[in-house]
């Protein structure tokens, strides 16, 4: 039950902790002192990578596959990584699912991908964490969308508002033994396929006038483990775009062009 490990190192699970954002969470995470738990699903390549890459840092990594479809079979991969990591306190809610849909074109298929991935796989992954270890913390990783009602994302954007609710949620039932926070990153990582007039299409609408770098969000993941006060948040790292959505109001009005 959490025993200080022997290298005297915490450790983290961090799911899709192989690529993009989780990758360099994985890393900051390595860097500041870390053993990784290093789960992936279909990444087993750059899973293996990362993981040398971790240790080239100092630290041990253990690879875990898993699809997280399987919310079945989450016990048994926390059995497997305390079992490798009995120092286990920290669990990074990473992996996602994500795909555009508004609600008239979303099929149960894909409805059930984006729950089942954003949503359950946290949910029952908290609960496992919670029961195998004695103090630690969750950390959620969000999506500034969550400010706004874009329908074009509908499964997907509903599965992450739902994420921040179970984030408050869980910091209440398990407090004060396990804190539980989210951050929520804006244009970071942009798809590969994102082109350059649209990432600049983008930062138009973001007050800082910027893309957000990983740093940003390893930063606060890292702000959030140091403070010990802080509980049930959720910090939105997006330069400000999640701030833009005013709605009309009397102060805009113009009868003469109503």
């Given amino acids: 039950m959490n025993k200080p490990a022997a290298n005297g190192r915490p450790a983290a699970l961090i799911t899709g902790g192989a690529i993009r954002l989780g990758r360099a969470i994985t890393l900051a995470l390595a860097a500041a002192g870390y053993d990784i738990a290093l789960h992936y699903n279909s990444s087993a390549g750059p899973a293996a990578e990362t993981a040398a890459t971790v240790r080239d840092l100092g630290g041990r990594c253990t690879l875990f596959g898993h699809d997280l479809q399987d919310a079945?079979?989450?016990?048994?991969?926390?059995?497997?990584?305390?079992?490798?990591?009995?120092h286990l306190n920290l669990l990074v809610n990473n992996a996602s699912a994500y795909d555009q849909a508004t609600i008239a074109a979303t099929t149960p298929e894909l409805f059930d991908r984006q729950l089942a991935v954003n949503l359950r796989a946290p949910f029952f992954l908290t609960q496992a964490f919670a029961a195998a270890i004695e103090t630690g913390t969750v950390i959620n990783?969000?999506?500034?969308k969550i400010a706004f009602n874009q329908?074009?994302?509908?499964?997907?954007?509903?599965?992450?508002k739902s994420l921040a609710d179970?984030?408050?949620?869980a910091a209440m039932e398990f407090a004060p033994r396990i804190r539980v926070n989210g951050v929520a990153p804006g244009v970071v990582l942009p798809a590969a396929s994102r082109s350059e007039s649209y990432l600049q299409w983008?930062?138009?609408?973001?007050p800082l006038q910027r893309q957000g770098e990983t740093r940003h969000i390893t930063e606060t993941i890292l702000h959030l483990l140091n403070n010990e006060f802080l509980t049930g948040q959720f910090i939105t790292v997006d330069g400000g775009e999640s701030l833009t959505n005013i709605g009309q109001n009397a102060a805009q009005f113009d009868p003469e062009i109503v």
């Fill in 72 to 86: 079945a079979g989450i016990p048994e991969l926390m059995g497997q990584v305390t079992a490798v990591f009995p």
């Fill in 141 to 144: 990783i969000l999506d500034n």
């Fill in 151 to 160: 329908y074009e994302y509908a499964a997907y954007l509903l599965s992450k």
């Fill in 166 to 169: 179970l984030t408050r949620l």
């Fill in 202 to 206: 983008r930062v138009q609408g973001i």
